[in-house]
């Protein structure tokens, strides 16, 4: 069983910034990739920005705004997203490609952060 857990959502003015962060923890043996969606009411839900290998890419809509990173153990993963503007509002969510001791890889979801670009 895995988990993901995202924190740091919240309601920031346009032109501000946010880090959200996502730990991986459970049945654990190697994470291939992990990635930020976001989708916003009435949208589908969109890549945002996904760190694979040494290898990170990004939606068009935040290159150059949004940086996606992993900490040393390579089980969290953070989205510092700078220059806000409030076509960033949506509900955030991570993504991780794990593979498990003696399980197959998978791909697993957190639950969600709502993140709010608003004067």
């Known amino acids: 069983q895995v988990q993901l857990v995202e924190s740091g959502g919240g309601l920031v003015q346009p032109g501000g910034s946010l880090r959200l962060s996502c730990a991986a923890s459970g049945n654990i043996f190697v994470i291939y990739a992990m990635a930020w969606y976001r989708q916003a009411p009435g949208n589908q839900r969109e890549l945002v920005a996904i760190?694979?290998?040494?290898?990170?890419n990004y939606a068009d809509s935040v290159k150059g705004r949004f940086t996606i990173s992993r900490d040393n153990a390579k089980t969290v993963v953070y989205l510092q997203m700078n220059s806000l503007k409030p076509e960033d509002t949506a509900v955030y969510y991570c993504?991780?490609?794990?593979?498990?001791?003696?399980?197959?890889?998978?791909?697993?979801w957190g639950q969600g952060t709502q993140v709010t670009v608003s004067s």
């Open positions: 993504n991780a490609e794990i593979q498990g001791v003696t399980t197959a890889t998978s791909r697993y």
């Open positions: 760190s694979r290998g040494g290898t990170t």
